[in-house]
């Protein structure tokens, strides 16, 4: 299997804490992504990172990536209840079309 | 506009039944995607395709057939259901080879 993995499983945190979580991935990449998925729901494009870049943010969202280590973080600041979710790491290698998703963190935000 | 719609959203079947689960996008997006969700195991590509009338061969095929008649369309097939395929299935499409996914909210499925 190609699916990466994140760390922790899961992520209880207090509300206006920061939130981190890990991917760790197996192949050369293009890009790596990360999703959103709220109980019941789809998942929902966060952000993107190429391959060339070592960070990158979107609002409260910081993305960094270590293509040597094969692993990127995602870091949410300042977390609200409305950010409790699973989140999940997603790679697009550098040659195919396929889409390789991480297991996930689930991350609950205690008001 | 409504991205991604999936249906049905929850089906029980019995074993050796079949069935189609349909994807439409109103996006105009050349490539779309079926993965299978089951707990712990993160999203799991079944088939996947890159324009209308292709098909190909994801992480996990066995047991299902896809078809892409129309761009906008695509269609999972279980021919003869088994309970290894209780899961929740979601359909995803993009614009670009690598760029971000649009999803469905998924299709529940429970096979007896």
């Known amino acids: 299997s190609q699916q990466g993995e994140e760390d922790p499983q899961a992520l209880s945190i207090q509300e206006g804490e920061n939130a981190t979580m890990n991917c760790s991935y197996k192949?050369?990449?293009?890009?790596l992504q990360w999703y959103r998925q709220n109980s019941g729901r789809g998942l929902v494009h966060l952000i993107l990172?190429?391959?060339?870049?070592r960070e990158k943010h979107s609002g409260r969202l910081r993305v960094t990536l270590d293509t040597s280590k094969k692993s990127s973080s995602l870091l949410i600041t300042a977390s609200r209840a409305a950010d409790t979710a699973s989140y999940f790491c997603?790679?697009?290698?550098?040659?195919?079309?396929?889409?390789?998703f991480g297991t996930g963190t689930s991350l609950t935000v205690i008001p | 506009n409504a991205g991604v719609t999936q249906t049905p959203k929850f089906r029980v079947l019995k074993t050796g039944q079949s069935m189609t689960l349909l994807c439409a996008q109103d996006?105009?997006?050349?490539?779309m995607y079926w993965y299978r969700q089951d707990p712990g195991m993160g999203l799991r590509l079944i088939h996947y395709?890159?324009?209308?009338?292709?098909?190909a061969k994801g992480e996990v095929p066995d047991g299902y057939n896809v078809s892409r008649l129309k761009k906008q369309n695509f269609l999972l097939g279980l021919e003869s259901a088994a309970p290894s395929q209780t899961s929740v299935y979601f359909c995803?499409?993009?614009?670009?080879?690598?760029?971000?996914?649009?999803f469905g909210d998924g299709t529940r499925l429970s096979i007896l």
């Open positions: 997603a790679t697009s290698p550098n040659t195919g079309n396929q889409f390789y």
């Open positions: 192949t050369s990449i293009n890009n």
């Open positions: 990172i190429r391959s060339n870049e």
């Open positions: 996006m105009n997006h050349e490539y």
């Open positions: 395709s890159v324009g209308e009338g292709t098909t």
């Open positions: 995803a499409s993009r614009l670009v080879p690598r760029g971000p996914q649009h």
